[in-house]
Structure formats: C-alpha cells, structure tokens
Nanobody, 121 residues
C-alpha cells in the first residue's frame, strides 16, 4: 500500500499564496497520475488539478490561472502552487495518486490524509 504525506496547509489572507506538497512512498512501479482534490464543508469533494503522466495538467475552471500543479518524478512528489487565494478556496485539500505496484494493468488509488487551507477575507 502506498502512503501519501501532505504538507503546506494553513491560514492565509485573501490574495496571498500557499504551496502544498505530497510525497508518495511504498511499492510503486508506475505512477499514472497525481493530483489534488478539495472538499469544503457541506460540499462534495472536487477535482482541483491533475497531472497525468505523459499528458498535460488539467485544472478546475475555478482555479485556472491561479493554481499550478507540478511533479518531481524522481521523488514521487506532487506540488500545488496556489496564488491569489480567495475565501472560496477554503477547504480540506487531498492528494491522490493512481499507480501500479506490479502489473501495469492493475491501477490502484491512494489518498492523502488531507490538509486544511483557510483563506480569510
């Protein structure tokens, strides 16, 4: 089982920036994708940004132009740089990895524990 360790959450004011990181450890033969989701109180978990191996990153419309996802493949780590934060960005942010640990045809999923981001107005 792959474990994900997130870091970088916190409390900021509107307009400020934060950076999240998520490091995966365990038996990984191939990473298919790494990404970030968020869940605000009373709302469903939603995709924020996704980095598919060999593909272009994708973003939720609400964060395009403000958030940037990147990866360090050598360290199995994904980052999320968040600029111009807004109060509506307040949520628990979760890292997600889709990977194979043996057969490339078996795709497994692991989630991080979540990190709180609060943006005050």
């Amino acid at each position: 089982q792959v474990q994900l360790v997130e870091s970088g959450g916190g409390l900021v004011q509107a307009g400020e920036s934060l950076s999240l990181s998520c490091a995966a450890s365990g038996t990984i033969s191939k990473i298919h994708a790494m990404g970030w989701y968020r869940q605000a109180p009373g709302k469903q978990r939603e995709l924020v940004a996704m980095s598919v191996s060999g593909g272009r990153p994708s973003y939720a419309d609400s964060v395009k132009g403000r958030f940037t996802i990147s990866r360090d493949n050598a360290k199995n780590t994904v980052f999320l740089q968040m600029n111009s934060l807004k109060p509506e960005d307040t949520a628990v942010y979760y890292c997600k990895i889709q990977y194979s640990s043996g057969s490339p045809w078996s795709v497994l999923v692991s989630w991080g524990q979540g990190t709180q981001i609060t943006v005050s107005s």
